[in-house]
């Protein structure tokens, strides 16, 4: 048997499936394609997870759209984290050209523009389907994690997050959790400490910094009500077929804590509210994570931690994630090992640090014999990958160079006028368009404190009136004013409203740094 025979042997047992399954494309062979030689995925086993890599300009964002449009065709529904912006074209279909169909020609299979049943949705202020959620729904551990406190800091969240639950504060927003830090060191420092105990000003003080620091990168616009229910990713269209569901983060990209909490967000809830399913023929629910760098490259230990916990279990809830981005090493080796399906676009050595990270990157697909991968590495065309998937019994296929099927979506991102047409006819741009600022934890703080003033303003005045009464005239006792500005309560007050107008004051001067003790 020659070498070529055997490479079609080994492809043609290693790609066929019992279930259903996508095409990817075409195996090559020497560089040429092998026509008709399909190389396909099982549906199965998508809920295995994967990653998508690549050199920018190879075509992992073409390879991401085909595997969007495939699954949501088959019923799956489907979450995009888009940083660069360039996937909204998912909604409309494509456009055939010459090199298209000498393409679709040489895999085997049919290609028909379409277009999918999409969400533009938003974690910022941009226009779209708002993605939130309230600061009580995020919780303390995930808070800690996100805002890297150490275990005494966290211990203090943990007890706010009592305080409030005991005395029905309710935090939805940072401004809510921000005057709750803010009463516990000041005006409430006796109540809570009479219930909890003693509570460090310093640590309230490093907490406050570090929320306001989340707050900085455009957090506000994520936390607050109306929340997001995960249960509207799941929708289906009149055909049958899964929602794309695109959240366009590009104007984020460098705000990657801010990506960081609402990943690890959105991710937490999906696996706490989606029942368990167990070994199914076809996941749920497959999410795309574009330009995963920018998560683990800021994440913190503890971060890390979490999300692999969450990788690990989240695959029995019928969900896949995919992660894509530019190399494998990008990836820390705990995630990438329960990664099933690997596609490796071409990677460039211009550099001895480009040539040391190939070899690495080789590392992470099965020995082959039909192949240097090295070398194959750095060669493979625009659209061309090395492939490796699970099968259904979750053993891993042979690597095959593969010419990739070609979106049949369009390839390019929509108009804006493209845009406010999906908005206008979106159920859940309506449903999550409205803000809602009802009375919560600030508020009613706020209330509590004026309150106490006026009161003990109130006793001052009596206790002067009676006084004066009592006494003949002399020493001229103080005024109800120098009273209350004298009393404890109402020096504490003072100096909170101080502080936040000289950091307003020192933050519209851009003084206001990061570094810098203003509580």
């Not at 984290?81 to 049919?110: C, F, H, Y």
């Not at 990788?311 to 995919?322: A, P, T």
């Amino acid at each position: 048997m020659s070498n070529k025979e055997k490479f079609i042997s080994d492809i043609t047992s290693g790609y066929t499936f019992q279930g259903s399954s996508m095409v990817l494309g075409a195996a090559m062979l020497d560089t040429q394609t092998i026509d008709g030689l399909q190389v396909k995925a099982p549906l199965k086993t998508f809920n295995r997870h994967g990653l998508i890599a690549g050199a920018t300009g190879t075509g992992k964002t073409k390879t991401l759209q085909h595997i969007s449009g495939e699954l949501a065709k088959n019923g799956v529904s489907v979450l995009l984290m888009d940083i660069k912006g360039d996937l909204s074209g998912l909604a409309k279909p494509g456009v055939t050209n010459p090199k298209i169909e000498e393409r679709v020609q040489k895999i085997g299979a049919a290609w028909a523009p379409h277009g999918f049943s999409s969400e533009l949705m938003t974690i910022s202020n941009q226009d779209g389907v708002r993605l939130r959620a309230t600061v009580s729904e995020f919780g303390p551990v995930l808070l800690s994690k996100i805002l890297e406190l150490n275990d005494v800091q966290g211990g203090v969240i943990a007890l706010i997050f009592k305080f409030c639950d005991n005395y029905d504060l309710p935090l939805l927003d940072l401004k809510d959790l921000k005057k709750v830090l803010q009463y516990a060191s000041n005006e409430g420092k006796a109540e809570i400490e009479k219930e909890f105990g003693a509570i460090s000003p310093a640590t309230v003080g490093t907490i406050l910094r570090k929320v306001v620091e989340l707050e900085s990168q455009g957090a506000e616009a994520f936390f607050g009500e109306t929340s997001f229910d995960t249960n509207d990713l799941l929708r289906k269209d009149e055909n049958g077929n899964g929602y794309i569901n695109i959240i366009r983060l590009n104007d984020i990209q460098d705000k990657p804590k801010l990506f960081s909490t609402f990943m690890l967000s959105i991710l937490s809830e999906i696996y706490q509210k989606m029942p368990e399913r167990g070994d199914i023929e076809v996941p749920e629910l497959v999410i795309f994570i574009d330009e995963a760098h920018l998560v683990f490259n800021e994440a913190s230990k503890a971060l890390l931690q979490q999300l692999e916990s969450i990788i690990k279990l989240i695959r029995s809830k019928g969900v896949g994630i995919f992660f894509c981005t530019q190399n494998p090493i990008d990836i820390p080796d705990s995630i990438l090992s329960q990664l099933g399906m690997k596609i490796q676009h071409a990677l460039r050595a211009f550099t001895a640090k480009d040539r040391e990270a190939i070899k690495k990157a080789a590392e992470n697909y099965p020995v082959t014999d039909h192949y240097d991968i090295d070398e194959t590495l750095t060669i493979l065309g625009i659209g061309e990958a090395f492939v490796s998937v699970l099968n259904e019994k979750g053993i891993p296929t042979p690597l095959v160079q593969t010419l990739m099927f070609p979106p049949v979506s369009r390839m390019d991102i929509i108009t804006e006028d493209e845009k406010r047409q999906i908005l206008s006819s979106s159920r859940l741009y309506a449903k999550y368009g409205q803000i809602i600022d009802r009375d919560s934890a600030y508020e009613m703080l706020v209330k509590k404190i004026e309150a106490a003033t006026a009161e003990e303003a109130q006793e001052n005045a009596e206790l002067a009136e009676r006084k004066a009464a009592q006494k003949p005239l002399g020493r001229q006792e103080k005024s109800t004013f120098e009273k209350v500005i004298g009393s404890t309560t109402t020096r504490q007050i003072g100096r909170t409203v101080a502080r936040e107008i000289t950091r307003g004051l020192l933050g519209a001067l851009g003084l206001g740094g990061k570094g810098k003790k203003w509580f």
